[in-house]
Structure formats: structure tokens, C-alpha cells
């Protein structure tokens, strides 16, 4: 079935980059409109912030290197009824940076506020009570989910861990399948018994069943068939109309984030180089990283991998080593910002031009 764009494409002509984003091809199915906060103009209610949040790891042992930045300096934040798509490849920081935001690892450096409380100096007590109002969803859904419990069970326990007085565990369990598009029957099942997008669903209801405000979604189609990945996607946007939640949406995948983000932030080596609408950063990315990235999805013609297409990126890649160390993040128009220097976003521009 033919897959609906999540955003309008300005007419005319595009650059060689732009204009193959224009065209990619996203999971199957038919994917509607994201709605919700992109069109909300006025003041946002501000769920969750993060300032200069720094993460490190050891270098592998016996290899003698420096430690590895994983996470370098970001600074973000989320408000209410709005998805922040983080992109970047696989070891930019981008799983560690929503761990980071949970508290699930500790950051080296930094603030971290959560509707007006700062996580990094919470104590262990008050980090669990506050547990149930932060929930994430896993990337595999099996591995997530005990294979030892039945759905009521694992759904459920986030209810008791959340030592809620006075709720309705079995109505709150079974209210929360049918959020997410599961039938009842499903509550005596096993983990096994599941397909991959059923068991990604009651995973999703685990995160849901606490009533959580702020929610990370690492990666959360990339281990189902494409044919399951359109459903829960939609499934997404539709939980985002109804609860508006704050998101984070984790995604190696420049489509499926262009389908349910508001805003998208692209992290490179550890910190993010390009923050904006999803217009700004698909339609007209500066750095050249996304640029890069946007370049490398197959369009689905065979002029997807040209000798012409193979020499946009070459030539990126190029542009990339050239930029040497990164620069700040700042805003360059409303609701934009670049890690570029003011005389490398002039050359940016110019060489986007160039490619027209």
C-alpha cells in the first residue's frame, strides 16, 4: 500500500539530497499525519530539559585509548504533546542520551529537570517515586518481556511498583490492552504466544499503565517486519492525540522519524549537530552530517544509487572531515539550530546550492 507523507514538500525543484528525501520510502502501510504540539504556536509546557549532559565510558580494556564520549555537551528539552525524533547512526549517543534522561545511567555532568525537579540531585527514594511518571519502551519486545509472566502479570506490575492506592489493578491492566489496540484475550497469554507487533503493544502498555508524562521509545519498530512497523507507528501517533505525552523517539531510521516527530535533533559523535522542526531538518538541513544521512536512504529507483548519488556522498563525507572540531549548537532561524560556525553555514549553504 502506498505510504502518506507526514509533511508537506515545497514545490519546485530540490538539490540532489533534498530532493531524493523527498521521494524515500517508509515502512509499509499507510502512515497518517502526525498532529498535536507542531501546531501549537504559544507557550510550551516544558516536561523535561536536559543542560550540558556529559557521558563517558571507559575505552575497551587493554586497548589503551582515551575514554569514549558518548554523550558531549547536549542540551534539549520536551514539552508536553510533543515527539523529539533523535536520529544518528548506531554509536552516536543517542540510546545512552535517553537512558541518560531516566536516570537509568548516571551522567558524568550536567542538569537534568523534570516538570521543575532536578534528577540529578534526587535521592534514590524520591527517584522511585517518581519512577512511574518516566517509562520507556525497548527496542526488542521479546528480551524486554519475562517469558515467565503472562501479560496481566507484566503490565500489571508496574501498577504495584508504583504502590498507586486505591486503583483498579485488573481494570487499569485490561483499560490500557485496549489503549493500545489488544483484545482481552490476550491477558493470559505468554510473552511466546505473541507475534512481534503484539508483543511490542504490550509493551507499550507496560510504559502506559502508570500514567507516565514523559516516555523514551528506543528504537522501537526496527526489530519488527515492515508490514507490522506501520501499525505501530500509527499506534504512536495516536497514543501522542490522546495522552500527550512529552516523547522521545529513537531512531537509526530518518522515515519512520519523519513520521511521528514534531521536532527531530541529529547526534553526531556524542552531541547533537542539527535541532529543528521537521520541516526545517528534512527540507533544509545546514550541517552537513544529515545532509549525509538523508543522502544514503535508497529512494526506491534505480537512480537511488548512481555514480552521481555515490559522489553527493563522498563529498559530504568530505565536507564533514573538513568542519573539524564541532561548534556549539545555536539557533540560526526560529525553531532551528546547526553546530556550525557562522562562516561554515555561509559555505553550507552555498555548496546546498551548488548541488542544485
Known sequence: MPVRAAMSVRAGPLPPVRA????????????????????????????????????RFPAPWGSGGAPVKAVDGVDLEVARGETLGLVGESGSGKSTLGRLLLRLLEADAGTIRFQNQDLTKLSSRRLRQ??????????????????????DRIIGFNIRAA????????????????????????????????????AQR???????????????????VSALDLSVQAEILNLFADLQDRLNLACIFISHNLQV????????????????????????VYEDPLHPYPRLLLSAIPTGTRSGDTSAA?????RLKQEIRELGEQAALHEVRPGH?????????????SLAVGQE
Do not use: C, W
Open 257 to 280: 522519524v519523519r513520521h511521528v516527530a514534531h521536532r527531530v535533533a541529529v547526534m553526531y559523535e556524542g552531541r547533537i549537530v542539527e535541532l529543528g522542526t521537521r520541516e526545517a
Open 337 to 349: 539550530s546547526v553546530a556550525l560556525r557562522s562562516t561554515q553555514i555561509e559555505q553550507q549553504r
Open 130 to 151: 517518581l519512577r512511574p511518571r518516566m517509562q520507556i519502551v525497548f527496542q526488542n519486545p521479546y528480551s524486554a518481556l519475562n517469558p515467565r509472566m503472562r501479560v
Open 163 to 198: 504502590r498507586q492506592a486505591g486503583v483498579d489493578r485488573r481494570g487499569r491492566v485490561a483499560e490500557t490492552l485496549s489503549l493500545v489496540g489488544l483484545d482481552r484475550d490476550m491477558l493470559r497469554r505468554y510473552p511466546h504466544q505473541l507475534s512481534g507487533g503484539q
Open 310 to 314: 555515490r559522489s553527493v556522498r563522498q
Open 202 to 220: 504490550v509493551g507499550i502498555a507496560r510504559a502506559l499503565v502508570s500514567a507516565p508524562s514523559f516516555l523514551v521509545a528506543d528504537e522501537p
Open 20 to 55: 531524493a528525501a523527498a521521494q524515500r520510502q517508509g515502512p509499509a502501510g499507510s502512515l497518517r499525519p502526525l498532529r498535536g504540539a507542531a501546531l501549537n504556536t504559544g507557550a510550551r509546557d516544558v516536561i523535561i530539559s536536559a543542560s550540558n549532559l556529559q557521558k
